[in-house]
């Protein structure tokens, strides 16, 4: 039997399912092990495993998998292949074939532990896929499993809670590890309104995004994201962009953009995607088309590891800029009211 000690890298659904990941284990005994925060090295370690087509949250994932191997006591590292969500609703390839391209490319003393998520199939269900994932540890109690289940579910939708409300992501993420909800009033008066479009994976890891949501803030600009919204709401947001859901994790493109480009409140979209990531460039198409269509204004921006800080600095100041001219303009129909943007950052970040 495995001593009950569990690596867990901080890459792809680690940013959204990491809160059930923690209560689930937790309630089972388990010590959890997560690797460092991302780096230039994090990133420099993974590509070179891997040709350099490879999207870059793959390559952040692989070197989060190094990182855990080079910590004393990990032996157990949780790599599940999330095949399909619900009947007909697949992830991409790189997403579902996670385990296998470990198992080829990283070479190192460590156990992989392994679990199918794959709704399309049958009996293939929630509470198989979590059998999957303790199985190795001697743990085959239904019962057990499905208790510390609900611990899971309990400390993701006491996440999830806080970030409906608008409090920041790390620190709905620390409260709700800590067992607690924090209910308190959240400061949305500043000028301009974005809505940032993006999986978990490419804003929340704050190398990988170059810390936009500071940024931002910095500008005076409120940022809305996929995880304030409810799955009705991107429902709703996919219907009326007159698509259909295909892609798993199409709720925080499709269905976000669609909800938000309904937004009156909302100025702008961003939408940020790693180079060379198929579903999404699908995607951003038609957030494009739609967006123009709209009148909403949009920004595209492109990930990979050889990104500059200044040029992605520079783009977002000059989309910045323009969303408040713009609302400016408008103001001064009905209003003498002025604001002036803050988007003179570069000497601050740099």
Not at 105 to 131: P, R
Not at 132 to 160: C, H
Not at 234 to 247: C, P, R, T
Not at 332 to 344: C, G, I, L, M, R
């Amino acid at each position: 039997m495995a001593e009950k000690i569990i690596g867990i890298p901080r890459g792809m659904s680690f940013y959204n399912n990491y809160p059930f990941w923690f209560g689930f284990f937790n309630a089972l005994g388990f010590k959890i092990v997560l690797s460092d925060p991302t780096t230039k090295q994090t990133m420099s370690d993974g590509s070179a495993l891997v040709v350099t087509e490879t999207c870059l949250p793959v390559k952040i994932y692989l070197g989060h998998i190094l990182n855990l191997i080079n910590k004393q006591g990990v032996k157990n590292i949780f790599v599940p292949s999330l095949q399909s969500i619900a009947p007909k609703i697949y992830n991409c390839s790189k997403i579902r074939g996670l385990p296998d391209l470990v198992r080829n490319v990283v070479k190192g003393d460590f156990n992989l532990v392994e679990a199918t998520l794959d709704k399309s199939a049958k009996k293939q269900g929630l509470y198989s896929f979590l059998s999957d994932a303790v199985r190795p540890f001697g743990i085959t109690d239904m019962e057990e499993i499905k208790n510390a289940s609900k611990q899971g579910w309990k400390v993701y939708n006491n996440f999830l809670v806080m970030m409906r409300s608008g409090i920041p992501y790390k620190k709905a993420m620390h409260y709700a590890l800590d067992g607690k909800v924090l209910i308190e009033t959240v400061d949305n008066s500043k000028p301009i309104n974005v809505a940032l479009v993006s999986h978990g994976y490419n804003i929340y890891d704050e190398r990988a995004c170059m810390k936009i949501f500071e940024k931002l803030e910095k500008m005076d600009v409120n940022v809305f994201t996929s995880l304030q919204l409810t799955d009705e709401q991107m429902d709703e947001g996919i219907a009326s962009l007159g698509q259909h859901k295909y892609w798993a994790n199409e709720h925080e493109m499709t269905g976000t953009a669609g909800h938000y480009l309904k937004d009156n409140k909302i100025d702008g979209i961003i939408t940020l995607n790693a180079f060379g990531c198929g579903p999404d460039s699908l995607m951003i198409e038609r957030i494009t088309r739609k967006a123009k269509e709209a009148g909403k204004p949009l920004l595209s921006l492109t990930i990979d590891e050889h990104t500059g800080e200044a040029g992605f600095i520079t783009r977002l100041e000059a989309f910045i800029d323009m969303l408040f001219r713009k609302k400016r303009s408008k103001l001064k129909v009905d209003t003498d009211y002025e604001f002036v943007p803050q988007t003179n950052i570069c000497e601050k970040v740099l």
